[in-house]
Nanobody, 126 residues
């Protein structure tokens, strides 16, 4: 059984930083593209960032490019999302996702992912 547990969310002020983590068990972590998505109240789920299992490729939504950084530690089956210069519009529930893929693939669509975490709330006050 696959388990994906996010942590690191919280309430911060605009301009602050947060680091989210997602630890995975129950799958061959090093063969999955890992991604972060977010969903604000009343809005659809949106792509944030993804990293290939080879770690050579990463991609970001334009809204977070230059402020967020995704990374992974295959030995610990964990991914991270370093979020800097947070804005009020970053407020959302952030979920990690795992998608079986080729080594250099970065997946951007929710339908491309096989497993999801429950999410961690990030609230940015202005």
């Amino acid at each position: 059984q696959v388990h994906m547990v996010e942590s690191g969310g919280g309430l911060v002020q605009a301009g602050d930083s947060l680091r989210l983590s997602c630890t995975v068990s129950g799958l061959s972590f090093s063969h999955y593209t890992m991604g972060w998505f977010r969903q604000a109240p009343g809005k659809e789920r949106e792509f944030v960032a993804a990293i290939a299992w080879s770690q050579d490729s990463a991609t970001y939504d334009d809204s977070v490019k230059g402020r967020f950084a995704i990374s992974r530690d295959n030995a610990r089956s964990t991914i991270f999302l370093q979020m800097n210069s947070l804005k009020s519009e970053d407020t959302a529930a952030y979920s990690c996702a795992a998608g079986l893929s080729s080594p250099y693939s970065v997946l951007r669509l929710p339908s491309q992912y096989d497993y999801w975490g429950q999410g961690t709330q990030v609230t940015v006050s202005s």
